[in-house]
């Protein structure tokens, strides 16, 4: 089991930045491709990027890319969502998810369908 916390949301003009944080309980997360995904209102919750329970590959929505950066910390259970030149359109609820790769077979998923663990969700507004 994985349990996981979001924290950092606010509200923010664009270009500004936000880091998003994800704390993670259990002891399987450094097995875990951590991915985050946001939802905006009336949409369907989206892919943003990924990071490979190493840590050493990451993967990005196209839309993101450039912009965000995913990094993690598996000594402190942690990943992260570096978000910069955020605009109007970034504005959503943003999600962390968790998904156990025993044997370390695979680096990272990348849909919402292979992912285990979900947060709740913080809030990101970005103003024009």
């Known amino acids: 089991q994985v349990q996981l916390v979001e924290s950092g949301g606010g509200l923010v003009q664009a270009g500004g930045s936000l880091r998003l944080s994800c704390a993670a309980s259990?002891?399987?997360?450094?097995?875990?491709?951590m991915g985050w995904f946001r939802q905006a209102p009336g949409k369907e919750r989206e892919f943003v990027g990924t990071?490979?329970?190493?840590?050493?590959?990451?993967y990005y929505t196209d839309s993101v890319k450039g912009r965000f950066t995913i990094s993690r910390d598996n000594a402190r259970n942690a990943v992260y969502l570096q978000m910069n030149s955020l605009k109007p359109e970034d504005t959503a609820v943003y999600y962390c998810?968790?998904?156990?790769?025993?044997?370390?077979?695979?680096?990272?998923?990348?849909?919402?369908?292979?992912?285990?663990?979900w947060g709740q969700g913080t809030q990101v507004t970005v103003s024009s």
């Open positions: 990071i490979s329970w190493n840590g050493y590959s990451t």
């Open positions: 998810a968790a998904r156990y790769i025993p044997y370390h077979t695979i680096l990272y998923v990348t849909t919402r369908e292979e992912y285990d663990y």
């Open positions: 259990g002891r399987t997360f450094s097995s875990c491709s």
